[in-house]
């Protein structure tokens, strides 16, 4: 069941006001108004879906879920997730990381070289 038919299902009402609004026709016997709320937004763009979104039957709960804080582990947040900037802690590691890429770099650069030299010999 995809977004639009879980709406048209809890919300035939709904269906039938969407449809007058945008001068569509509702289907027969209820059978494709999912098809007929995603046709209506893809045709009629972003004030449609805002339409459809309106009467998700769990719009509530999406919305209090999306307010909620920023999950934590260990009283810390997640690194970037709350759009902070990176801690001391952080800022050190990503260093300690960078200082080894490019030592493990210019080992594999002179690694390179020594069989350049054997091999041309």
Do not use: W
């Not at 509702?26 to 979104?53: F, R, W």
């Not at 920023?70 to 970037?80: A, C, E, I, L, S």
């Not at 590691?93 to 493990?104: D, G, I, M, R, Y």
């Amino acid at each position: 069941m995809d977004f639009y038919q879980y709406i048209a299902e809890n919300n035939p009402v709904v269906v039938k006001a969407i449809c007058n609004k945008y001068g569509y026709r509702l289907p027969k016997g209820g059978v494709g108004n999912g098809d007929t709320l995603k046709h209506i937004v893809s045709e009629e763009g972003e004030n449609a879906l805002k339409d459809v979104c309106y009467f998700h039957p769990d719009k509530d709960l999406i919305l209090e879920v999306c307010s909620m804080e920023v999950p934590t582990q260990m009283g810390r947040n997640f690194y970037g997730v709350d759009g902070s900037q990176p801690t001391t802690e952080t800022q050190s590691l990503t260093a300690q990381l960078s200082e080894k890429q490019v030592t493990l770099g210019i080992v594999g650069a002179v690694i390179i070289l020594g069989l350049a030299i054997v091999m041309k010999k």
